[in-house]
């Protein structure tokens, strides 16, 4: 089934640890995004990349890196993780690299993280 | 700033018709969404909006007007599954969303 593949689903981390989230589409769409999603908050945008080989960042950025290295793949590394970075972590892809507003984002089906 | 507003929670009766408001306050609009999210799942989406006016899409239906910074999606013939989160989100630029925090809808029987 086409669609967007997080790993893992659910994760429980030590601070200090370093640790990255892995999200892989199929449907062969430029763009990718990565929010996080707290309780009581709409989803924050990390970081996202236009199309492969480039990345920017979003609105929390601080604590996260990505890379894009290939049109599928977008992992998000948490270099060393804070009890503050306690979230769920979706990862999205749309089908046009510059204009969104043409179409609609995807979404995995998230990522749990705890950090403690 | 750059402000989304919803209701947090709402409850309505099954097979009745529910209004969820959205406004909004950003720096640059080119459009807003809607997206569902069930417990525990992804946001899927609904709705887009770009126009002033009603969109209307089998029971669902999305109005907006930009001189008021104002949207709101219309729910008919409520149904029990229909009982999720509802996140309203304004496109600025290319690929900046900024969201709301969700409107929880609850269904009762």
């Known amino acids: 089934i086409a669609g967007i593949t997080q790993a893992p689903t659910s994760q429980i981390l030590a601070a200090g640890r370093r640790m990255t989230l892995r999200c892989t589409q199929d449907?062969?769409?430029?763009?990718m995004y990565w929010y996080r999603q707290d309780l009581g908050l709409g989803l924050r945008l990390i970081h996202y990349?236009?199309?492969?080989?480039?990345?920017g960042k979003g609105e929390v950025p601080d604590g996260y890196s990505v890379s894009r290295a290939n049109t599928d793949d977008f992992p998000l590394t948490l270099a060393s993780a804070v009890p503050s970075q306690t979230s769920v972590y979706f990862c999205?892809?749309?089908?046009?690299?510059?204009?969104?507003?043409?179409?609609?984002?995807?979404f995995g089906e998230g990522s749990r993280l705890t950090v403690l | 700033g750059q402000n989304i507003d919803q209701p947090t929670e709402m409850t309505a009766t099954e097979g009745a018709i529910v209004q969820i408001n959205c406004t909004y306050q950003?720096?640059?609009?080119?459009?807003l969404f809607w997206y569902q999210q069930h417990a525990g799942e992804a946001p899927t989406f609904l709705s887009y909006?770009?126009l002033d006016g009603l969109e209307e899409k089998g029971r669902f239906s999305s109005f907006l007007s930009r001189s008021k910074g104002y949207s709101y999606l219309l729910l008919k013939e409520l149904q029990m599954k229909d009982s999720a989160s509802y996140l309203c989100?304004?496109?600025?630029?290319?690929?900046?969303?900024?969201w709301g925090a969700g409107t929880k809808l609850i269904i009762k029987p």
């Open positions: 999205a892809s749309s089908d046009s690299s510059t204009e969104l507003n043409t179409g609609e984002l995807f």
């Open positions: 990349s236009n199309t492969a080989g480039t990345t």
């Open positions: 909006n770009v």
């Open positions: 449907m062969r769409h430029n763009a």
């Open positions: 950003t720096s640059g609009f080119n459009g």
């Open positions: 989100a304004v496109l600025q630029g290319n690929y900046q969303l900024i």
